[in-house]
């Protein structure tokens, strides 16, 4: 049934984080009742090259539709959000307001509502009106600055610290965290989220490295950005690549060993000024043999070494194959839902509605009657059956 089984979430179209984090509540049980606006918009979110778009951040939801610049589409917006323990939405700062849906309203009905709210720069501040993606949150956030290659200028890391990791995984540790509080007899209130902040917690153990004068800002010059030659990816000879981090001695031993580079005079681990002659010598050693065969080379070891697997590559692993870390969702395969909760295990219940798919019967579970039902059609709100 999964640990948040019985929570009701109200979620608002939108791109990126804000589903994202609606994704986890699914995978965790929550009832996700997405306001989907009646056809989609031309600008949500990049343009797919192949004409085919898979939403795998909307599984596990149901939809209904609304075009909510009609009063009446608001109204019954509003019905739905009563209903709800938690709203999630992702506008620009002031949107929701404008629309009569905001905050105030909907606590002043519902005060044991938890009310989140995605943002990149936050609801406040001079830069909250302004629009941006992923890659200027992170840069504003200090984070950006820390990846790349010496000499080059920052690498995009997809956009998995701003929106995912900093946008909306913070967003539902939020949301769970609220809703925590009012189960704990507190009242509801905003969760605001927004992806600067975010990224930059992602960045703590970093502020507190260059505190102690342990992290220097120049791009790959520390242990951790690719300065130190035992912790990167090396090409091998088949133009793939392996992964190495063995920052402890112990592991770094094991992995000269595999590498059959013990008996040479090598400077030592943490010696930076040695480091360009280690790197030399991993490089060159790594182009002798593909990456399968450093893979069964690396089997069983502590050398803390991997191969660099691509995403279609990585759910044939065996590791996640015995774990069961991706599943197929129509044919679509995906990673499964994380962390695991041995006693309420997560699931994912479905891919992706269609736009008001399943919204009868989501009006139904949420304690709608058939005269309330068509009082909400009659104010605008679309939906379709369970087909």
């Known amino acids: 049934m999964g640990v948040l089984n019985g929570i009701r979430v109200v979620e608002f179209e939108a791109i990126g984080p804000g589903p994202f984090g609606a994704m986890l509540l699914a995978d965790m049980g929550a009832d996700v009742l997405r306001i989907d606006r009646p056809q ?37 917006a ?36 938890v009310y989140g709210r995605m943002t990149g720069w936050g609801q406040t501040g001079p830069l909250a009106d302004r629009a941006g993606h992923d890659l200027n949150y992170i840069a504003l956030s200090g984070v950006l600055s820390g990846i790349g290659r010496a000499g080059e200028p920052p690498v995009p890391p997809l956009n998995l610290v701003g929106d995912y990791g900093g946008g909306g995984m913070l ?5 769970v965290a609220a809703l925590l509080n009012v189960q704990r007899g507190g009242k509801g ?12 917690q992602l960045g703590a153990v970093v502020w507190g490295l260059l505190a102690s004068g342990n992290w220097r800002e120049a791009r790959q010059s520390n ?6 030659p035992w912790y ?14 063995p920052v402890e001695g112990r592991f770094y031993a094991e992995l000269i060993d595999k590498l059959g580079l013990s008996g040479q005079a090598l400077p030592e681990q943490y010696d930076r000024s040695g480091w360009p002659t280690l790197r030399r010598h991993f490089e060159t050693t790594f182009l002798t043999r593909t990456r399968d065969e450093w893979c069964e080379v690396f089997e069983g070891s502590d050398a ?26 129509d044919g679509v395969v995906q990673p499964a839902p ?8 997560s699931e994912v219940r479905g891919p992706a509605p269609r736009r008001g798919q399943h919204g009868a019967a989501a009006l139904r579970d949420w304690g709608f009657d058939a005269t309330a039902m068509s009082r909400l059609q009659a104010l605008g709100l679309g939906y379709l059956g369970d087909a």
Request: proline share 8%; charged share 25%.
């Open 189 to 200: 209130q905003v969760v605001d989220a927004a992806m600067t902040e975010g990224a930059a």
């Open 78 to 113: 509003l019905e739905l959000m009563a209903r709800a323990d938690v709203v999630i939405e992702g506008f620009r700062p002031g949107t929701m307001e404008r629309l009569g849906l905001g905050p105030d309203v909907a606590l002043a009905s519902n005060p044991k509502l």
């Open 171 to 175: 967003l539902a540790l939020g949301v």
């Open 338 to 345: 994380a962390p695991r909760f041995l006693g309420t295990p």
């Open 40 to 76: 989609a918009p031309e600008d949500l979110g990049p343009k797919a090259t192949s004409g085919k778009r898979v939403d795998v951040t909307g599984r596990g939801r149901r939809s209904v539709t609304l075009d909510l610049k009609q009063p009446d589409a608001q109204r019954a």
């Open 304 to 329: 803390c070494c991997a191969p660099v697997l691509s995403f279609s590559e990585a759910p044939e692993h065996p590791q996640h194959r015995a774990r069961g870390s991706f599943v197929s969702i």
């Open 223 to 228: 242990v951790l950005d690719g300065g130190a």
């Open 232 to 245: 990167d990816s090396y090409r091998t000879r088949d133009g793939k690549y392996m992964a190495i981090g």
